[in-house]
């Protein structure tokens, strides 16, 4: 899996899909990826804080991978993040029923 290492957001989400990415045993590669690598990857995906993980299906009009939809390693991945994320990882749980107390408006 590769991410370039200039260019990009360096936000938390896309450190925990590196995360998650190593503890499936998936090499990463943080460097320099140029367009002709993206155009001849299998598939690709971008991140973000509000979409975990989403696939990207083509580039340019080049489909990824010679097929439509997402393939099968972003899918895993964009699962397990959202599995991870729900069941309460790097999350504080909020009691919205308690007032915080210090806290004016």
């Given amino acids: 899996m590769f991410t370039p290492d200039t260019g990009c957001l360096e936000g938390i989400t896309r450190r925990t899909t590196l995360e998650l ?3 499936q045993g998936l090499k990463t590669f ?9 155009l001849d ?4 995906f971008i991140t973000s804080t509000a979409g ?5 299906n083509s580039v340019d009009g080049v489909v990824l991978g010679g097929s439509e939809g ?6 895993s991945l964009h699962n397990l993040y959202w599995e991870t994320r729900w069941g309460g990882w ?3 749980e909020i009691d919205y029923q308690r ?4 806290v004016g408006v």
């Fill in 30 to 38: 943080v460097g320099k990826v140029s367009k002709e690598q993206l």
């Fill in 21 to 23: 990415a190593q503890k």
């Fill in 90 to 92: 790097l999350g504080t």
């Fill in 41 to 44: 990857a299998d598939e690709a």
């Fill in 52 to 56: 975990g993980i989403m696939p990207i």
């Fill in 70 to 75: 997402p393939g099968a390693l972003t899918s």
């Fill in 99 to 102: 007032p915080i107390s210090g």
